[in-house]
């Protein structure tokens, strides 16, 4: 089953992907649509890595995890 994720970067919204793979799948996708090569890539968590200095995250689609409080409580931690 596909599942559609929004991709963050820090507090700001900036894609979608429709797939079948994880969300730090999704994530890496997204980097090599922009021209990111692998090694240059830091994984944080299970759905986030870091990519010249920006931290980049899937979440599902319209879950409690892309709610603005909960965005700005992630980009907050991950900037600490």
């Known amino acids: 089953m596909e599942t559609t994720y929004e991709i963050w970067c820090g507090g700001l919204l900036v894609a979608f992907?429709?797939?079948?793979l994880s969300r730090q799948k999704a994530?890496?996708?997204?980097l090599r649509s922009l021209g990111c090569r692998d090694e240059?890539?830091?994984?944080?968590?299970?759905?986030a890595v870091s990519w010249q200095g920006a931290v980049y995250r899937?979440?599902?689609l319209g879950s409690m995890e892309s709610s603005p409080e909960a965005?700005?409580?992630?980009a907050t931690q991950a900037a600490a």
């Open 71 to 74: 965005v700005a409580r992630w």
């Open 17 to 20: 992907r429709n797939t079948r």
């Open 58 to 60: 899937a979440v599902p």
């Open 40 to 47: 240059a890539v830091v994984k944080v968590d299970r759905s």
């Open 27 to 30: 994530v890496m996708e997204h």
